[in-house]
């Protein structure tokens, strides 16, 4: 439970930043692997980027953004994403498996 709170607490704290940065790739992929690891193990709940498709990826910054996926952090995270934001995204994180 403890450490639910903070990533809840974290992802209220980088929220305002990462929306900031909306329209920066470089700068947004980097904050990705905080919360769905980068090789490392996300919390269990949370997919791990390696593990998905760029499709996949692409498909689900979609839905967040025009709200036919519902989520805690990742309606509010895509939703200053520009179609070129989420592809480089997908791009950059997709087909990543090991």
Known sequence: ?????QILS????AGPALAAMAGEPDTLNLSCP????????PPQQLP???DLSAARIEQRLRGYR???LDGTAMPRLAAPLSDEDIAAL???FGDRRR
Do not use: N, T, Y
């Open 1 to 5: 439970m403890k450490f639910l709170l």
């Open 10 to 13: 974290s992802l209220l704290l």
């Open 34 to 41: 905080v919360c769905h690891g980068d090789g490392q193990a």
């Open 48 to 50: 791990r980027l390696q």
């Open 66 to 68: 025009d709200g036919s």
């Open 90 to 92: 997908a791009a950059h």
